[in-house]
């Protein structure tokens, strides 16, 4: 299995480290085959909200030919692809849509951070220990994989951070992701940063073993995600070797293959 990465920020996003060309060649160190970027996309805001999470629309353009440019540069050493890891904001779905038409975008993966928009501060992680909230996560995913647009999904269990314990709400709601990817082959991604947090000291109540349990039973595809936000994690193996195990020893299929959607 080749080691591959799809899940890769810049310090664009406001809360990441290095260059992105240090990225580049801390994957090369780490033994990187195929690096995709990924970074929190930005929206087209309608109000005058400003994200302190994700690069500006006056950012795409240099974050797209700044990865270009590394991608020809390091050809003969690894394979580079630009994408973005976007929410499911129905409202600007279209604007999206536009966007990675108009940058050639190689694909975009689903990070499930807010309820519609940022724009009203509904973070998931924080509020998926309201039932209901919980609920329109799940709902929000299926959306945006029936969209048709979307690789795969970034930390699914990301609702453990806000739901805490694994009660029986958590169970159902697990079941239905899983199902849900299972039959539209979907992989789910196993987030070697919420590891990397908690031993930091920072919580992140995700990966979730029994979240990863009840993939297991649904026979579910799973893709190993740095979530680098520090061009010295790709070149960290501990984390990614600690994952393998643990997937491994669940029985879970790990893929090294990016679906890609367009
Ligand atoms: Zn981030
Ligand atoms: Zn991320």
């Not at 930091?200 to 026979?219: N, T, V």
Request: proline share 3%; with cysteine; aromatic share 14%.
């Amino acid at each position: 299995m080749a080691k591959v990465n799809y899940h890769t920020h810049t310090y664009r996003c406001k809360h990441a480290l290095g260059t992105d060309e240090e990225y580049v060649l801390k994957a090369i160190e780490g033994g990187i085959e195929e690096l995709g970027f990924s970074d929190h996309c930005p929206w087209p805001y309608r109000s005058d909200y400003v994200s302190g999470m994700r690069m500006s629309m006056a950012q795409l353009e240099d974050y797209v030919s700044s990865i270009r440019k590394l991608k020809e540069k390091y050809k003969d050493r690894l394979n580079i692809l630009v994408g973005l890891e976007c929410e499911y904001f129905p409202e600007y779905l279209s604007d999206l849509k536009a966007y990675i038409k108009e940058y050639d975008l190689d694909y975009i993966i689903l990070g499930n951070h807010f309820y519609k928009t940022d724009e009203n501060r509904q973070y998931y992680g924080r509020i998926c220990d309201d039932d209901l909230f919980l609920k329109r996560y799940v709902d929000d995913a299926i959306s945006a994989f029936d969209s048709g647009l979307y690789s795969y999904f970034c930390h699914p269990d990301l609702f453990m951070r806000g739901r805490k314990v694994f009660d029986d709400k958590a169970k159902e709601a697990t079941c239905r992701i899983c199902e849900y990817a299972k039959r539209n082959d979907v992989a789910l991604e196993y987030n070697l940063e919420g590891q990397r947090n908690t031993d930091r000291g920072i919580p992140a109540f995700y990966p979730c073993i029994e979240f990863w349990q009840i993939a297991a039973s649904f026979d579910n595809k799973v893709i190993i995600g740095f979530d680098a936000h520090d061009p010295k994690s790709l070149a960290d193996l501990k984390y990614y070797d600690q994952a393998r195990a643990t997937l491994e020893g669940l029985g879970l299929k790990i893929t090294d293959e990016l679906d890609r959607r367009f």
